[in-house]
């Protein structure tokens, strides 16, 4: 069982960043896919970000939604089992609860089969 932990939500004004983590419990976390979803009240949840392992076989590793390219970046560190989300100048639409999550397998493709608690993220106009 993977147990993914996020931090570094909190409140910033439109235009400031934030960066997220994820720490995952399983030493096989360099293995698997991690994703970022994002989910705003009264919303579907979004599919926002996301990065396959050093071994999958995808030619583009990282996922990006349109919404948010050019402003937020997803990259992980092994050693650490952590997958992080940089977001970089906030809007109001950004408002949501992120939620980390670990792929069944390499790809960021894949299934997501475990899930953190989320952390809130509010931007202030």
């Known amino acids: 069982q993977v147990q993914l932990v996020e931090s570094g939500g909190g409140l910033v004004q439109a235009g400031g960043s934030l960066r997220l983590s994820c720490a995952a419990s399983?030493?096989?976390?360099?293995?698997?896919?991690m994703g970022w979803f994002r989910q705003a009240p009264g919303k579907k949840r979004e599919f926002v970000a996301a990065?396959?392992?050093?071994?999958?076989?995808?030619?583009?590793?990282?996922y990006v939604a349109a919404s948010v390219k050019g402003r937020f970046t997803i990259f992980r560190d092994n050693a650490k089992a952590t997958v992080y989300l940089q977001m970089n100048r906030l809007q109001p639409e950004d408002t949501a609860v992120y939620l980390c999550?670990?792929?069944?397998?390499?790809?960021?493709?894949?299934?997501?089969?475990?899930w953190g608690q989320g952390t809130h993220v509010t931007v202030a106009a």
């Open positions: 990065i396959s392992s050093s071994d999958s076989s995808d030619d583009d590793s990282t």
């Open positions: 999550a670990a792929g069944s397998g390499s790809s960021w493709r894949g299934l997501y089969e475990h």
């Open positions: 399983r030493r096989t976390f360099s293995s698997n896919a």
